[in-house]
């Protein structure tokens, strides 16, 4: 029993030392030998090529031009492209109403920039032009209006009633005397008289306001039924301007053919052709341009001025005058006969059309013994109704 008790009691005290060398060998730091093999060290060659690399692409990105960017007003963030050749390639043949893209006005600011010049102000032909625009444009937060009017920015209350209607739309007002001090010191007092600005004034208002770069030119006297960026999509080539033709108005109409061909063989300037004038040449209709300010040559002013000089103009026989006609003959792309300004004399005439005179009521302006005089026209049209916002008449007459 005792050799049992002695056995036994060994056994314990065995098995208790191995317990303890085991807890102390855990509890004792030791090296460790990890499973993975540590990365090797690249040559110092790849080093110098990865590195080389990128100050290659680094000056890769600042000497290449940019090609997109971000406008911060959008709330999407949208990439603009800068370069739109390719878009106006493909958009050539938008004129004729085979393409709505919008061409981010020729890549300068991704905006669609339409103006207007007004002689006497009447809101609600405004408001209708800016309507009929908004409401058939795919894209009407990249519309920007210039509205340019007798006061200008001197009359903010007329503004604040367009924001009014609009109240998410760019508007801005522009004054009208730097475009006419421009004319008048190119001019005489009695020559300047005689003309027509609002026909003028789309080709001298990119020498006042150099942004507008690229732009629609839109008499207020229209409402706008096709989307405009058909027209902002068209391919102008070497040409600065592009209007629709219109037949049933022919050059002969408005100067004599002998005269012209007169003046041809006599005169030495750069905007007189060489080769005789068609007798029965249309015209170009002024009520809807697309305008790129950067082709347009320096004497494009100059030449209208001279034509009207030698021509004798005078508004007195109830005609336009046939100046800018003559400068641009053969000079401008042709817009399909869809963009022609028409009457709304039916309904066939009025959907078929994307551009429509206004039939609405006028306010016209008129000088008697030195003041302004304005006076309501009658009108017999319900067209414009249709693009007349709510409450305009509670804003208009407030």
């Not at 600065?240 to 012209?260: F, G, P, Q």
């Not at 005169?267 to 040449?281: E, G, I, L």
Request: charged fraction near 20%; include cysteine.
């Amino acid at each position: 029993m005792a050799s049992s008790s002695s056995y036994m009691s060994a056994r314990s005290s065995s098995t208790h030392r191995r317990f303890a060398q085991t807890s102390a060998n855990q509890a004792a730091p030791g090296p460790l030998h990890h499973d993975v093999d540590p990365a090797p060290n690249p040559k110092p060659v790849f080093r110098f090529l990865a590195f080389g690399l990128i100050i290659f692409l680094g000056f890769l990105q600042y000497f290449l031009p940019a090609t997109h960017f971000r406008d911060p007003s959008d709330p999407l963030r949208k990439w603009i492209p800068l370069n739109s050749s390719s878009s106006s390639s493909n958009s050539r043949n938008s004129g004729d109403g085979s393409s709505s893209s919008i061409s981010s006005n020729d890549g300068d600011d991704g905006k669609v920039h339409v103006v207007s010049w007004i002689e006497c102000l009447d809101l609600r032909m405004l408001a209708v032009l800016a309507n009929s625009t908004l409401s058939n444009s795919k894209y009407p937060d990249s519309l920007y209006f210039h509205f340019f009017t007798p006061e200008g920015n001197k009359d903010r209350v007329s503004l604040y009633k367009l924001k009014v209607l609009f109240p998410y739309s760019n508007i801005e007002i522009h004054g009208q005397e730097e475009v006419k001090e421009l004319v008048k010191t190119a001019t005489s007092e009695a020559e300047y008289a005689k003309l027509n600005l609002e026909e003028i004034a789309p080709f001298v208002i990119p020498s006042i306001h150099q942004l507008l770069r690229k732009f629609i030119f839109i008499s207020p006297n229209v409402i706008l039924k096709g989307r405009i960026e058909e027209i902002t999509g068209v391919g102008l080539s070497l040409h600065a301007i592009a209007a629709a033709e219109d037949c049933s108005k022919r050059l002969n109409t408005y100067v004599n053919y002998h005269v012209l061909d007169a003046i041809q063989r006599s005169a030495s300037k750069p905007w007189v052709p060489q080769t005789s004038y068609p007798k029965d040449a249309c015209m170009p209709d002024l009520s809807l341009l697309l305008i790129d300010a950067r082709k347009l040559k320096r004497e494009f002013l100059e030449a209208i001025l001279w034509w009207s000089k030698v021509l004798n103009w005078s508004e007195r026989n109830g005609k336009k005058n046939p100046a800018i006609a003559l400068v641009l003959h053969n000079r401008y792309h042709k817009l399909s006969d869809s963009w022609l300004v028409k009457d709304s004399t039916s309904h066939e005439v009025t959907n078929m059309s994307m551009i429509i005179n206004y039939d609405g009521p006028k306010i016209a302006c008129s000088e008697y013994g030195g003041g302004i005089h304005i006076n309501q026209q009658s009108y017999d049209g319900n067209l414009w109704k249709q693009y007349l916002p709510p409450k305009s008449d509670r804003i208009f007459d407030g």
